[in-house]
């Protein structure tokens, strides 16, 4: 399982972004997709994932501004951010959980390279 992200960079405070998450999966299954972001000095933290029947989850501090989707045809999670914040500023990382058939019961993880959001207020 292979994770590209991209569309990071630089935004003013208030302004928005949307990161995409492509999922290359060729013999697992993927469930949950998500994204996390790690700012300096801070641990990793959940964002939102979305699960592979679409229910979603977001973090009390981006919910209402943030919005994850899940495009099956293309294997890709957006996160569209609205309204960004000077704290939102992270390197943030893909994530995916996957097991080897529809039914196992043993999940792995799997991350992509991180891509960095800088808001400035």
């Known amino acids: 399982v292979q994770l590209q992200a991209s569309g990071g960079g630089l935004v003013q405070a208030g302004g928005s972004l949307r990161l995409s998450c492509v999922v290359t999966?060729?013999?697992?299954?993927?469930?949950?997709i998500g994204w996390y972001r790690q700012a300096p000095g801070k641990q990793r933290e959940l964002v939102a994932d979305?699960?592979?029947?679409?229910?979603?989850n977001l973090a009390d501090s981006v919910k209402g501004r943030f919005t994850i989707s899940r495009d099956n045809s293309k294997n890709t999670v957006y996160l569209q951010m609205n309204n960004l914040k000077p704290e939102d500023t992270a390197v943030y990382y893909c994530?995916?959980?996957?097991?080897?058939?529809?039914?196992?019961?043993?999940?792995?993880?799997?991350w992509g390279q991180g891509t960095l959001v800088t808001v400035s207020s």
């Open positions: 979305i699960s592979s029947f679409g229910s979603t």
């Open positions: 994530h995916a959980v996957a097991s080897r058939t529809a039914i196992a019961t043993t999940r792995y993880d799997y």
């Open positions: 999966a060729t013999t697992f299954t993927v469930h949950t």
